[in-house]
């Protein structure tokens, strides 16, 4: 009887059971990344220099600060739709507020702003139960349109904001390294805590959670707050970049956000997805947006290309998911 | 009825239980009390009153009159939580396991183990020591898993259901409340589950109780010393098995004695 346990135990340790079938997944994903890499090598020699790599490094940075924490509100089972208008609120706050209360009074009030939106949805998802879609998707339209009306619908010009989004430590521009932190950060936060463990518990078996005593609501909002943070580090970024905030800046920015998080393996019904997989799945947006430009493909096809790899992510997902259930 | 609290007083003691919704008597005036090693059958027809007790001992439903006792001590639940955190664990009709974790995730589901020292303070996971002590646990069980890693959504419903309950026994529950715990099995894996809870109470060291819910009498009848009766939220019979018969207790459920 011992022994039959100490097969049973040692086999799967050995093997280190069926947690592999996850790598594959993310493993698949980097080989389509290579691919790409390789086939825009081929296409265009400026591909892979140095400064080109940097650059999408870079161009990536606000998609994947806020891909992270949104991938952990898609595993907890909940949306949010809100983060381009969002950042652009953010940065239009931070514009306008600059001129009289100084640069870091602006950021203050700037990440005041942000908090607010997360507030919202969380509010709205949590109190009123409210579908988190439909809740994202007002505060997406809504802020937008403040973002307009803090404006008067102009671009707002801000000086001296600079530093945040184009100096650069060893030649790499510091939204590369904000963005490296943030990816680190939350993958370690899903990965190695209680919290990110109640995450993937609030999505894999919700009724589950509940009984088991998990703060449930508590977790929702404060997932809600993290993607409204990593909203309002994208805004400034995208302010201090342009050196302005324009209301029309980051428009789709959350399609290409629940892109990368469903082409990363994170699944629309919840419990599924891990910051590695939505970070590659980042990298080839990045790769195929910017491989495109140098081969000089008019934007168009970008947002169509852009759609189509949602469409099949996400038919891909619904095939996962009623694979698990026939299994 | 009433008796002084008192160092040999029963495991579970509970005077006067009622629920009421609007006018619905839920539960009206529910007595009894139970003793160490006890197992006991909950039976009854659909709305007998039968999960509203079972809720009302975890901590689920808060009842409209009555006490709880705990050794003569009284209890009072507005949580399942707080029940959890006096031995009364509950093992639900639709499992309450997360289906994408592995045993020892949903072993220590909600009362995860953290590591020692900074990493702790942020809250970093003891995967190892959880684990560890899981695996330990299900090897002292009657019921065998081929793969201790696999996750709960590979095992089937029975499996499932010996999860469940171990996991009520992991933490050392006094009391242990099963509502329904064969409803969704076949033949043979109902057997499976009944064996096992057969096995956990005649191996517990420590005193312990348990309430099965079921409607199938032949489950209950294996299993069980002691059948409740609730009918129309009322409690009309406390009976020894050894001391009835099957018909008897059918007889009290239909409601023949009325």
């Known amino acids: 009887m011992t022994a039959d346990h100490d097969e049973a135990g040692a086999g799967p340790r050995r093997l ?100 607010a939106v997360g507030l919202i949805n969380a509010v709205g998802v949590v109190m009123f139960r409210v579908n988190a879609i439909i809740t994202t998707l007002a505060t997406l339209a809504a802020f937008r349109g403040a973002a307009k009306l803090v404006s008067n619908g102009q671009t707002l010009i801000l000086p001296g904001f600079g530093t945040l989004g184009t100096h650069r430590i060893f030649s ?101 997805g891990s910051i590695l997989g939505t970070m590659v799945a980042v990298f080839i947006i990045g790769v195929l947006n910017n491989g495109l430009n140098l081969l000089s493909v008019p934007s168009f096809w970008q947002e169509i290309i852009l759609g189509a790899l949602l469409l099949g992510a996400v038919a891909f997902d619904q095939m996962r998911i009623r694979l698990a259930k026939s299994s | 009825m009433t008796r002084p609290v008192r160092a040999g007083a029963p495991l579970l003691e509970i005077r006067g239980l009622s629920k009421h919704y609007g006018t619905i008597r839920a539960l009206d005036d529910v007595s009894f009390h139970l003793g160490r090693d006890e197992v006991v059958g909950l039976l009854g027809d659909n709305g007998a009153g039968k999960s509203t007790l079972v809720k009302c001992l975890a901590g689920a439903v808060i009842p409209t009159a009555g006490e709880v006792y705990l050794h003569g001590e009284q209890k009072v639940f507005s949580t399942p939580a707080e029940a959890r955190r006096e031995g009364i664990e509950t093992v639900y009709q639709q499992l309450a396991l997360v289906d994408i974790f592995d045993i020892a995730a949903n072993f220590y589901l909600g009362r995860e183990m953290t590591r020692t020292g900074w990493r702790g303070r942020f809250g970093m996971l003891d995967r190892r020591s959880m684990k560890k002590r899981a695996r330990a646990a299900v090897e002292l069980l009657p019921a065998r898993f081929p793969n201790l890693d696999a996750l709960i959504e590979t095992m089937s419903g029975g499996q499932r259901q010996v999860v469940a309950i171990s996991r009520a026994g992991f933490w050392g529950g006094r009391l242990l409340l099963l509502d329904e715990p064969t409803a969704a099995l076949g033949v043979k894996e109902a057997a499976a589950v009944l064996e096992m809870i057969g096995a956990m109470v005649s191996a517990a060291e420590t005193d312990m109780a348990m309430i099965v819910i079921s409607h199938n009498m032949d489950h209950v009848w294996s299993i069980c010393t002691r059948l409740l009766i609730l009918r129309q939220g009322r409690l009309v019979a406390d009976l020894l098995k050894s001391e009835t018969s099957r018909q008897e207790v059918v007889a009290h459920i239909t409601g023949a004695f009325d």
């Not at chain 1, 161009?59 to 950042?87: C, E, H, K, R, W």
């Not at chain 1, 370690?188 to 894999?204: D, N, P, R, S």
């Not at chain 1, 404060?222 to 995208?238: E, K």
């Open chain 1, 16 to 115: 280190r059971g069926l947690r592999l079938s996850r790598i594959p997944e993310a493993g698949a994903l980097v080989v389509v990344l290579l691919a790409l890499a390789a086939f825009f090598t081929f296409r265009s020699e400026y591909f892979l220099t140095a400064p080109n790599l940097v650059n999408i490094a870079t161009n990536v940075a606000v998609l994947g600060i806020i891909a992270a924490p949104a991938t952990m509100l898609l595993i907890a089972g909940q949306f949010d739709l809100s983060v381009g208008s969002a950042a652009v609120f953010v940065g239009m706050v931070m514009a306008k507020t600059a001129p009289g209360v100084g640069i870091w009074g602006a950021v203050l009030l700037a990440l005041a702003a942000g908090l």
């Open chain 1, 172 to 272: 790499v521009p510091l939204p590369a390294y904000i963005f490296a932190f943030v990816a680190v950060l939350s993958f370690v936060i899903l990965k190695y805590t209680v919290f990110g463990k109640h995450i993937y518990a609030m999505g894999g078996g919700p009724r589950a959670a509940r009984l088991a005593g998990i703060p449930v609501k508590r977790y929702i909002f404060i997932a809600f707050l993290l993607s409204a943070l990593g909203t309002v580090l994208a805004g400034l970024i995208i302010v201090s970049q342009l050196g302005a905030s324009s209301p029309i800046a980051a428009q789709g920015l959350e399609l290409q956000v629940v892109t990368a998080v469903i082409l990363g393996g994170a699944s629309l019904s919840g419990g599924r």
